[in-house]
T-cell receptor, first 114, second 113 residues
């Protein structure tokens, strides 16, 4: 069974540009989460989807971030326009059920905004 | 305000030794406490997890000790091996929410051969 995949693995962009990150969860996992780790800090929750619906986006830092989950399958996280403080590692995780609490993480996308 | 505090930030242990990483939480609504292991260039991988109805859980060389009254939990790695060198994160989540994980800041473990 394939794990959670993320694309791209790395992205270097200039301030003001747009970047779109993609996450493909484990097949059949309805729950999809986005997290971010800024340099030296803890991994922080951004938002949660159940199928195609956003359930909790309380961790989204501001309206420059837009997440979607088309048809309840893969998800994208767009940052527009990117700022320097958006640099970090963006992780996606999926879970078959919220009840278990178990989440499976992808390898992350390392974003550097110059 | 960091809800899960993790220590130490880094840890160096000799091969065969015991590695101990500690975490303390504030939110008494947390009811699921996993530990994740992360190797460079990889995502966090679930190592072991515990719920507050038990005080200890062991899986192979890895043990979680949980102290509900003190709101603390720790990871013990017995017979530490160089292959255990990685970053370890404690985390917590609660039911009745999105089950999002609240993470500690991570511990960089180095096991010397």
């Amino acid at each position: 069974e394939a794990g959670v995949t993320q694309f791209p693995s790395h992205s270097v962009i200039e301030k003001g540009q747009t970047v779109t990150l993609r996450c493909d969860p484990i097949s059949g996992h309805d729950n999809l989460y986005w997290y971010r780790r800024v340099m030296g800090k803890e991994i922080k929750f951004l938002l949660h989807f159940v199928k195609e619906s956003k359930q909790d986006e309380s961790g989204m830092p501001n309206n420059r971030f837009l997440a979607e989950r088309t048809g309840g399958t893969y998800s994208t996280l767009k940052v527009q326009p990117a700022e320097l403080e958006d640099s970090g590692v963006y992780f996606c995780a999926s879970s078959p059920s919220r009840l278990s609490g178990t989440q499976y993480f992808g390898p992350g996308t390392r974003l550097l905004v110059l | 305000q960091q809800q899960v505090k993790q220590s130490p930030q880094s840890l160096i242990v000799q091969k065969g030794g015991i590695s101990i990483i500690n975490c303390a939480y504030e939110n008494t609504a947390f009811d699921y406490f996993p530990w994740y292991q992360q190797f460079p260039g990889k995502g966090p991988a679930l190592l072991i997890a515990i719920r507050p109805d038990v005080s200890e859980k062991k899986e192979g060389r890895f043990t979680i000790s949980f102290n509900k009254s003190a709101k603390q939990f720790s990871l013990h790695i017995m017979d530490s091996q160089p292959g255990d060198s990685a970053t370890y994160f404690c985390a917590a989540s609660r039911s009745g929410s999105a089950r999002q994980l609240t993470f500690g800041s991570g511990t960089q473990l180095t096991v010397l051969p």
